[in-house]
T-cell receptor, first 112, second 110 residues
Framework: DGGITQSPKYLFRKEGQNVTLSCEQN?????MYWYRQDPGQGLRLIYY???????QKGDIAEGYSVSREKKESFPLTVTSAQKNPTAFYLC???????????FGPGTRLTVT | QKEVEQNSGPLSVPEGAIASLNCTYS??????FFWYRQYSGKSPELIMS????GDKEDGRFTAQLNKASQYVSLLIRDSQPSDSATYLC??????????FGSGTKLNVKP
């Protein structure tokens, strides 16, 4: 089955720790994205990548980092510099310019 | 900052009625438009995409786009309780960068 997987589904961390969220897709999509969603709010773009070994900051990139070493994978690291990391993190992919995005199931991160 | 505006709701409709969801966007160069459905605690699921002015129908769903008025809407005919969810409007501005509205919560009452 083609799709996007994210792991883990739930993640708990202590303040001051870095944490890496996994995102893998087997849709052969070139573009991949990371969003953050807070309760009652829409999606905010953290980072996106249109091609392997290249990525761009979105609107709220501070405190986050990404890599795109393989077409299938786009991991997101939430660093200790992110002030309010507790949120629902969504990974998405699309096949190209103007195309629809498809989402993974999400990772719910709680930092205490 | 690109703006995508939606009424947060909740929008309540009786079962079998037509639900009308609206979205406005700020940038005239927007080229593609999408509606997503998101159940509580789940990730967004694509319902419709629309690229040109006019109506596009898919089953019980109709997307309507008016680029001159910078307005996109979603009509859900014969609404069912299973349609109760938050509906997100998304706009693609350029180079594959999407902006999302905050969503409209729809309640379909049996």
């Amino acid at each position: 089955d083609g799709g996007i997987t994210q792991s883990p589904k739930y993640l708990f961390r202590k303040e001051g720790q870095n944490v890496t969220l996994s995102c893998e897709q087997n849709l052969n999509h070139d573009a991949m994205y990371w969003y953050r969603q807070d309760p009652g709010q829409g999606l905010r773009l953290i980072y996106y990548s249109q091609i392997v070994n290249d990525f761009q900051k979105g609107d709220i990139a501070e405190g986050y980092s990404v890599s795109r070493e393989k077409k299938e994978s786009f991991p997101l690291t939430v660093t200790s510099a992110q002030k309010n990391p507790t949120a629902f993190y969504l990974c998405a992919s699309s096949s190209g310019t103007l195309s629809e995005q498809y989402f993974g199931p999400g990772t719910r991160l709680t930092v205490t | 900052q690109k703006e995508v505006e939606q009424n947060s709701g909740p929008l309540s409709v009786p079962e079998g009625a037509i639900a009308s969801l609206n979205c406005t966007y700020s940038d005239r160069v927007s080229q593609s438009f999408f509606w997503y459905r998101q159940y509580s605690g789940k990730s967004p699921e694509l319902i419709m995409s629309i690229y040109s002015n006019g109506d596009k129908e898919d089953g019980r769903f109709t997307a309507q786009l008016n680029k001159a008025s910078q307005y996109v809407s979603l009509l859900i005919r014969d609404s069912q309780p299973s349609d109760s969810a938050t509906y997100l409007c998304a706009v693609n501005y350029n180079f594959n960068k999407f902006y999302f509205g905050s969503g409209t919560k729809l309640n379909v009452k049996p």
